[in-house]
């Protein structure tokens, strides 16, 4: 299957300092790519919808001034996560969307990282 | 977007087929069912994904009714590695993946 990285893997970080995550696909391009967090023991949520070129879209209630979506190319997206909190240590996980056919029906699939553990101290 | 019931929890015994349950009655009709598991600490992994035919790779196989309302996951000789929770995720394509709680399959020697 196609190949997202993400790093760091895990960061640990001071109160009130910013971390930056990088998100690539390696193998494909992508034009859109999606930025989840997960709480331990919960579901994977949807932050931000990353677009090429464009301005990301945030999802209800995550605050876009704090959580900085870039996606100046098609293969990197970055989460820069401003003046961290304790609050905002969480598993933080980006996907991307590839496009294209496998055996003649449609192979448009989106493929996630490996995710990237913060943890704000 | 579509919603998903699943099972909370299943076991299998290692080496035995994981039937892995989804009803999906409330799909669309351009929704494919999409399928992914997480691994404890690590990201999602695609598995496989169909729209009305029944999808079998390397990974699994896909049985899904012919009213699409339900589909079934199949994991024909299941490892301890397949350990992990699994999603059935009614897709449209180009949109996000809206994940539920999925079923954690625990696969036991």
């Known amino acids: 299957g196609a190949v997202v990285s993400q790093h760091p893997s895990r960061v640990i970080c001071k109160s009130g300092t910013s971390v930056k995550i990088e998100c690539r696909s390696l193998?494909?391009?992508?034009?859109?790519m999606f930025w989840y967090r997960q709480f331990p023991k919960q579901s994977l949520m949807l932050m931000a919808t990353?677009?090429?070129?464009?301005?990301?879209?945030?999802e209800q209630g995550v605050e876009k001034d704090k959580f900085l979506i870039n996606h100046a190319s098609l293969t990197l997206s970055t989460l820069t996560v401003t003046s961290a909190h304790p609050e905002d240590s969480s598993f933080y996980i980006c996907?991307?969307?590839?496009?294209?056919?496998?055996?003649?029906?449609?192979?448009?699939?989106?493929?996630f990282g490996e995710g990237s553990w913060l943890t704000v101290v | 977007d579509a919603k998903t019931t699943q099972p909370t929890s299943m076991d299998c015994a290692e080496g035995r087929a994981a039937n892995l349950p989804c009803n999906h009655s409330?799909?669309?009709?351009?929704?494919?069912v999409y399928w992914y598991r997480q691994i404890h600490s690590q990201g999602p992994q695609y598995i496989i994904h169909?729209?009305?035919n029944n999808e079998t790779n390397e990974m699994a196989s896909l049985i899904i009714t012919e009213d699409r309302k339900s589909s079934t996951l199949i994991l024909p000789h299941a490892t301890l590695r397949d350990t992990a929770v699994y999603y059935c995720?009614?897709?449209?394509?180009?949109?996000?993946?809206?994940f539920g709680g999925g079923t954690r399959l625990m696969v036991k020697p």
């Open positions: 996907s991307a969307y590839r496009t294209g056919t496998v055996g003649g029906r449609s192979g448009n699939t989106i493929y």
């Open positions: 193998d494909f391009q992508a034009t859109t």
């Open positions: 990353s677009n090429e070129g464009s301005k990301a879209t945030y």
């Open positions: 409330t799909i669309s009709g351009n929704e494919y």
């Open positions: 169909g729209l009305k």
């Open positions: 995720i009614p897709y449209n394509a180009g949109n996000m993946l809206t």
